[in-house]
C-alpha cells in the first residue's frame, strides 16, 4: 500500500473514532443532541452490514425490532 493511502486510512479511522467517542459523550450528557455520530462512525469503520449487526447485537432482537433498525440503517446510509 502506498505511504500517501495509509496515511488517509489511519485518518479516516482517528476521525471515525473520534465521532463515536463524541457521539458516546453526548449520549450521556443532556446538554447536546449528537449521539447519532456513533452511527457515523461505525458505519464509516465497519461498513453498513457490520454496523447494523454490532447495534442490533447491542440492543437485543427484541428492541431492534421494535425501533425498525434495519429500516433506519437502510434509509440513512445507502
Known sequence: MPEHK???Y???FALAVILIIIGFVA???PFTPGAWLILIGLVWIF???R???IVEKILGPKISKKLKIEEIFSKLFK
Open 27 to 29: 449520549l450521556i450528557t
Open 51 to 53: 454496523s447494523r449487526h
Open 47 to 49: 461498513g453498513k452490514d
Open 10 to 12: 489511519d485518518l479516516n
Open 6 to 8: 495509509k496515511i488517509i
